[in-house]
């Protein structure tokens, strides 16, 4: 896993800003080496909402830190990626396509956690939380960081968002 | 050769499944806990055991102490694939009897390697 962006960060970033660092670089290597596609990442930005998806998959971070990470993506992503990860046909992959993208938010909060670990963070996950629907949204409470790091797979739009609650407040 | 793989995520299993048999392992048995595990063990021993960390009942470090704790277990390999990857993790596996460690997410050439040196005949 590449930690070139990580351990560029400085020590006096902000929290919000050191996990966005990490969670670019987990997620590309997850999407690399799980999905066997190439993602490419736009400017994170440090505000909600929460960007509008079919499927959001949501793992808990509680410890010396506290929030979630949110893997949010259109219905025709989570297909394609349910597929790519399971290696199976479209029918198969239908079936698994709200625990793959639970999978997926798994691997990359857990690689998150990993490496905020190494910067002396103790901190638990959560199970995935899978939200699928057409017409929903959901938002944090006030008073927390939050960032939104937008990224293409192909022709697809989809979106990591973090909330940070007490250390990680901007 | 026999793979037993166990984890509560039936789509994990399956990715794990699926990339074994693409691998040229078709012979595998899949367990949701650590109790439904030792219930195949006992149905039959695998040339290998692949399992999860964190599952309800019993989480991976307590099955394969469980499995430790068996005479006919005592040398079946287990690889441990979790996303539980910090220094203290990978000690508190190997201590429980784990022989080796993926840590997700991984290729299918890791899992390969993996396989093919812990069944490897010495």
């Not at chain 1, 006096?12 to 966005?20: A, F, G, I, K, N």
């Not at chain 1, 930005?45 to 506290?66: I, M």
């Not at chain 2, 650590?34 to 960390?53: F, H, N, S, Y």
């Amino acid at each position: 896993m590449s930690t070139a962006a990580t351990k560029a960060v400085a020590t006096d970033t902000p929290m919000v800003e050191v996990m966005v660092a990490s969670l670019v670089d987990v997620t590309r290597d997850i999407f690399s080496t799980m999905v066997d596609r190439t993602v490419e990442f736009g400017e994170p930005t440090y505000a909600g909402p929460q960007p509008t998806a079919n499927v959001v998959a949501t793992v808990g971070y509680a410890g010396t830190l506290s929030g979630y990470v949110s893997l949010c993506v259109s219905k025709e992503a989570a297909l394609e990626i349910a597929q790519a990860l399971l290696g199976s046909s479209a029918d198969e992959a239908h079936e698994h396509v709200r625990d793959a993208a639970g999978e997926m938010a798994n691997m990359i909060a857990g690689s998150v956690r990993t490496a905020m670990t190494e910067k002396g963070e103790t901190l638990g996950i959560s199970t995935p939380i899978v939200t699928v629907g057409t017409d929903f949204s959901t938002a944090a409470l006030r008073d927390v960081s939050q960032a939104v790091c937008p990224f293409k797979m192909g022709p697809h739009n989809l979106f990591v968002y973090l909330v940070l609650q007490g250390k990680g407040r901007r | 050769m026999r793979v037993l793989v166990v984890d509560d995520s039936s789509t994990m299993r399956r990715i794990i499944v699926n990339t074994l048999k693409k691998l040229g392992h078709e012979d595998t048995v899949e367990a949701g806990d650590g109790k439904e595990a030792l219930r195949a063990l006992a149905a039959g021993v695998p040339d290998v055991i692949v399992t999860d960390w964190n599952m309800p009942e019993m989480n991976g470090p307590q099955f394969v102490e469980a499995v430790r704790s068996q005479p006919a277990l005592a040398k079946t390999p287990v690889l441990m694939v979790t996303t539980q990857a910090a220094k203290e993790d990978v000690i508190v596996a190997l201590q429980a009897g784990v022989n080796d460690y993926l840590i997700k997410p991984f290729t299918p050439e890791a899992l390969k390697e993996k396989i093919n040196s812990l069944t490897r005949k010495p």
